[in-house]
């Protein structure tokens, strides 16, 4: 188990931008380029969905729900993954959460974004 640390999140206005942020712990650190990434959400009553993810060779994909709207990238030389989320809604309220997917599974304590004039 390895414990990610996400950030980042706040209360948005619809329309605005907002970018997320995953660091990965320092006992990952010399590894962390051989791990696969992704973002996953959870709103209130639902199940935890996936955003975004993006692999080793950093080949990205996305929920259909954010599609053309969030970002996800990585930077190798940080240890961290961030979630670049543009055209915010009130429907993208939920706890954002980071992971870990590949060849471990690991998951974050979440960040709370919340979408709302």
């Known amino acids: 188990q390895v414990q990610l640390a996400e950030s980042g999140g706040r209360l948005v206005e619809p329309g605005e931008s907002l970018r997320l942020s995953c660091k990965a712990p320092r006992a990952i650190f010399s590894v962390f380029s051989t791990y696969d990434m992704a973002w996953y959400r959870q709103a209130p009553g639902n199940e935890r969905e996936l955003v975004a993810s993006i692999d080793t060779d950093r080949i990205e994909k996305y929920g259909d729900s954010v599609k053309g709207r969030f970002t996800i990238s990585r930077d190798n030389s940080r240890k961290t993954v961030y979630l670049q989320m543009t055209s915010l809604k009130p429907e993208d309220t939920a706890v954002y959460y980071c992971?870990?997917?590949?060849?471990?599974?690991?998951w974050g304590q979440g960040t709370q974004v919340t979408v709302s004039s």
């Open positions: 992971k870990v997917t590949s060849p471990i599974e690991s």
